[in-house]
């Protein structure tokens, strides 16, 4: 009985092209980016009915990571990832994805995208509100939004937000953190509240 070696060869690397294979359509290919110091960088895929974004800090400082509207780009979602920390943040439809590095080093991270969930019920728009906050002052404010992101409000800046009725938001400060609104639906599509304003109220109850 002959054996064809080269028969034998041929098949094994066969098998091995086809292992490799699936593994590729199994795996979910990564991608690097750096974002710069103080600098915005937006990730968009405006045709994708929504999808998810597994995102790995790789550097040494805080990533800002948000969820915002196409349109208005308030603010829907958002978080500070931690140094060499990893989380997933779901991309609504007609939203976008932003990364914000407040540092003056560049920001290393990977990304992976996923398609969206099934199955998730939209929220419902007329019990939320759409609106800015705005910082008059020539300092920043440390704002917690619980649930939401933990932004600090630039000097003479507004940052667009969408927030369902009954969210709390605090001024961070030493000790216990101070209330200073509570959103509801007094509050008109588009205005913007000086956070200054609301400190001082808060302050002076």
Do not use: C
Request: no cysteine; glycine share 6%; proline share 6%.
């Amino acid at each position: 009985m002959k054996i064809n070696h080269l028969g034998f060869l041929g098949l094994f690397i066969v098998l091995n092209i086809s292992v490799l294979q699936a593994q590729s359509k199994n795996s979910t290919p990564k991608s690097t980016l750096f974002v710069p110091p103080k600098q915005v960088v937006t990730i968009d895929y405006p045709y994708m009915k929504g999808y998810q974004v597994k995102i790995w800090n790789k550097s040494k400082l805080e990533l800002g990571v948000s969820s915002r509207d196409h349109q208005t780009d308030t603010l829907t979602k958002g978080f500070g990832l931690k140094k060499g920390s990893f989380e997933t943040i779901q991309i609504q439809e007609k939203n976008y994805l932003q990364l914000e590095n407040r540092f003056i080093a560049p920001l290393k991270i990977e990304y992976s995208i996923f398609k969206a969930k099934p199955g998730k019920k939209k929220i419902n728009p007329t019990r939320r509100a759409v609106f800015y906050l705005l910082n008059s002052t020539a300092q920043s404010l440390p704002i917690i939004i619980p649930g939401v992101m933990n932004p600090n409000l630039s000097p003479f800046s507004r940052s667009g937000v969408d927030l369902p009725w009954g969210q709390k938001i605090y001024l961070k400060t030493p000790g216990k953190n101070l209330l200073i609104l509570t959103v509801s639906d007094t509050i008109r599509k588009g205005s913007q509240i000086d956070v200054a304003d609301l400190i001082d109220a808060a302050l002076n109850k």
